[in-house]
């Protein structure tokens, strides 16, 4: 049975990732609305981006008070906390997403555009494993097997990403576009692929824990 302290830090993690969920949500939209000539939503996600980074960095500081009074064991408090260092990663990366297509706004074919899209998809896609495997954890819920199985699926769905990437970056290089245009491409795919990187490190403090658990 969780005490009340751990009972209270999860609920502020659940809150403070629900939060991260959500901010990608609307940052994936908005890019992929650009991929549909709509610039609105970009530039509405780069307009709100300092009261939410400022609301979430409050959060985090709660979070940290709270461990500090003694919630969770002392070897968990820190990978605990890494979740949410990693999450507010996920979000700054994501913020960097919507600020690269916003003030770069490359044009693109309709080639290009499909690609771009199936890689924000599968990229921003690749936060619900992850967020599963947390709550799962948070909520005590056959932890190591709910994991386990979450994890599978999160490389699963990385691989098919990883492979979009080396694709689109075959495509921009051999393409007729000028080197700016292409250096001007690889920045906004790199700016996808970071937020990809980004849930790779939650995906692997999550495995920390889970070591921790049954060492």
């Known amino acids: 049975m969780m005490l009340k302290k751990e009972r209270e830090v999860a609920y502020l993690i659940e809150k403070y990732l629900d939060n991260i969920r959500d901010w990608q949500k609307t940052a994936s939209q908005a890019v992929l609305s650009y991929f549909m000539d709509d610039l609105e939503g970009l530039k509405l996600a780069v307009l709100s ?13 709660h979070i940290w008070e709270k461990l500090c009074e003694g919630a969770y064991l ?14 507010s990663r996920i979000a700054d990366s994501t913020t960097v997403c919507c600020e690269t297509f916003f003030f770069q706004q490359p044009q693109l074919s309709q080639k290009l555009s499909t690609e771009f899209s199936s890689i924000t998809q599968g990229t921003f896609n690749l936060l619900k494993p992850v967020y ?24 699963k769905q990385k691989s098919e990403v990883i492979l979009l990437e080396d694709e689109l970056k075959r495509q921009i290089s051999a393409s007729s576009l000028d080197p700016w245009q292409k250096t001007q491409l690889n920045m906004c795919a790199q700016s996808i692929t970071a937020v990809s990187n980004r849930i790779s490190e939650m995906e692997d403090e999550i495995q920390l824990i889970i070591a921790k658990l049954v060492s």
């Open 132 to 155: 599963d495997s947390i709550l799962q954890y948070l909520r005590g819920m056959d932890v190591v097997k709910m994991v386990s199985r979450n994890t599978e699926l999160f490389w």
């Open 49 to 61: 981006k300092n009261q939410f980074q400022t609301s979430l960095e409050k959060d985090r500081q």
């Open 74 to 87: 002392p070897a968990i408090r820190g990978s605990l906390f890494g979740i949410t260092t990693d999450a």
